[in-house]
């Protein structure tokens, strides 16, 4: 549990801030029964990282990262979002918080209420596919069946290209519209605020940084400590649920 005045800290700055952006990690995720990747226990643990490259090389490799998909996927698809959800959405709703910045690709922060056009996706999306050389969307519910039926990969209707879930892997490019919008965002706010990350994945751990510069406050609400601790002017070692209730009032 967070120190109390910690708490009452943060709720000031929110207070006295104009234009709050969240920076969210797989940490605000983990309440809602989606695991992390590195805390123990996490996927980290069971499975080395699929690199785009090898994706694109090796049928192999491509049904290798659509059997980890749907092996894993029921707690994806169960997954509510949580009261950490829920705070930032009430943060946005209340016109305070301009722009959710996460590294997720759960879809948690739309499904709490949020505004796509509030949500910068900077690792994608895996609760949908697109073929990699023409976008085209795909939703996951044939993939899935024709894939557990015989092994087949899903190929583009349109254009016969590689259809590969919507996110952005370890050595693949990074989504520029995006990584533009989270920039634009972070040198115009005045509180940037860090729930969930443990900071080590760049070039998005980079964001925070960006912010400090520019003469943001930064705060960083984790479990655990992170690498950039030192340059926050307020850290919080809690979980994230109960302590985001507490500092906005919800449940
Ligand atoms: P990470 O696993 O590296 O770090 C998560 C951090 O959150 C850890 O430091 C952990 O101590 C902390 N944490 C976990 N649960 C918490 C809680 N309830 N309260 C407070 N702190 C908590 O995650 P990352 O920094 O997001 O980087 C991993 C990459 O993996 C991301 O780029 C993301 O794309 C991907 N990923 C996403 C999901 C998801 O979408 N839910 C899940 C796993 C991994
Ligand atoms: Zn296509």
């Not at 000031?12 to 940490?27: C, D, L, S």
């Not at 226990?41 to 980890?68: L, V």
């Not at 707690?75 to 950490?84: D, I, L, R, S, W």
């Amino acid at each position: 549990m967070s120190d109390p005045t910690e708490t009452e800290r943060l709720r000031e700055m929110i207070r006295e801030a104009k234009r709050i952006v969240a920076f969210t990690g797989a940490g605000i995720s983990t309440e809602s029964g989606i695991p992390d990747f590195r805390s123990p226990g996490g996927i980290w643990t069971k499975y080395q990282p699929i690199y785009f490259d090898d994706f694109m090389a090796s049928e192999e490799m491509r049904r290798e990262a659509w059997r980890r998909k749907f092996a894993t996927d029921e707690t994806m698809v169960k997954a509510e979002p949580n009261a950490g959800h829920r705070a930032l959405a009430k943060l946005v709703e209340q016109g305070k918080m301009t722009a959710i910045i996460t590294q997720n690709i759960d879809g948690l922060h739309q499904r709490s209420g949020v505004p796509a056009s509030k949500i910068i996706e900077l690792h994608g999306n895996t609760t949908y596919a697109t073929c990699l050389d023409c976008g085209q969307r795909y939703e996951l519910a044939p993939i899935r069946k024709a894939f557990l039926a015989d092994g087949t990969l899903p190929v583009c209707e349109k254009c016969d290209g590689i259809v590969k879930t919507a996110t952005i892997s370890f050595g693949q490019a990074m989504p520029e519209i995006q990584m533009a919008r989270a920039q634009d965002e972070t040198l115009n706010c005045d509180l940037f605020i860090v729930l969930g990350s443990s900071l080590v994945v760049y070039p998005a751990a980079g964001f925070p940084q960006i912010a400090k510069r520019r003469g943001a406050r930064l705060v960083i609400l984790n479990r655990d400590p992170t690498d950039q601790d030192d340059d926050a002017d307020l850290v919080l070692h809690g979980e994230i649920g109960p302590t985001m209730s507490r500092v906005v009032g919800v449940n």
